[in-house]
T-cell receptor
């Protein structure tokens, strides 16, 4: 099964950009890359997802390497509310059957 | 609209007992997934159901089972509880099965403690 590897923790100053890396060297061609974040005592919250091309939404950008073996979640201006655990996730569907692999997560600390 | 709801919020059981956790998806969502999150770790995928059929299963023993009802709500059942089953159990719903690109919306979870 595909696996994801993330740094345990990262720090960022408020209002500066943050780049959260994820390694998924065993990714398969049908795996979508999803990013979710989780605040304490809450369920995970969707951030962004992509397959091959870079993606942007109002929350963040997702940069996917050309070989798809790594990706980077980019928060353009970190705020205190962005402090959370960020998970890189691989999801695939084969014959209508789902597989989901969560990474270990990166705890992001935002310094005022 | 209400988000994903789960009940109970907290639960304490003893080893060997059985437990049933419940999940109500967002109105209109037909897919429900279950995850186990042990303290300090990322969630682990247990099951996904769509239109009352199992559409995904993670690496969990047969003590874990689930079902989805005609109103799309779902139950997760765990038999013969072990200490290691202590965790936060998360339910997530999505509108479609949609391959692997649908957005999942998570509930707040049920905290299960096995003594």
């Amino acid at each position: 099964d595909a696996k994801t590897t993330q740094p345990n923790s990262m720090e960022s100053n408020e209002e500066e950009p943050v780049h959260l890396p994820c390694n998924h060297s065993t990714i398969s061609g049908t795996d979508y890359i999803h990013w979710y974040r989780q605040l304490p005592s809450q369920g995970p919250e969707y951030v962004i997802h992509g397959l091959t091309s870079n993606v942007n939404n109002r929350m963040a950008s997702l940069a996917i390497a050309e070989d798809r073996k790594s990706s980077t979640l980019i928060l353009h201006r970190a705020t205190l509310r962005d402090a959370a655990v960020y998970y890189c996730i691989l999801r695939s569907n084969s014959g209508g059957y789902q597989k989901v692999t969560f990474g270990t997560g990166t705890k992001l600390q935002v310094i005022p | 609209d209400a988000g994903v709801t789960q009940s109970p919020t907290h639960l304490i059981k003893t080893r060997g007992q059985q437990v049933t956790l419940r999940c109500s998806p967002i109105s209109g969502h037909k897919s429900v997934s279950w995850y186990q999150q042990v303290l300090g770790q990322g969630p682990q995928f247990i099951f996904q159901y769509y239109e009352k059929e199992e559409r995904g299963r993670g690496n969990f023993p047969d003590r874990f089972s689930a079902r989805q009802f005609p109103n799309y709500s779902s139950e997760l059942n765990v038999n013969a509880l072990l200490l290691g089953d202590s965790a936060l159990y998360l339910c997530a719903s999505s509108f479609l099965l949609a391959g692997s690109r649908d957005t999942q919306y998570f509930g707040p979870g049920t905290r299960l403690t096995v003594l």
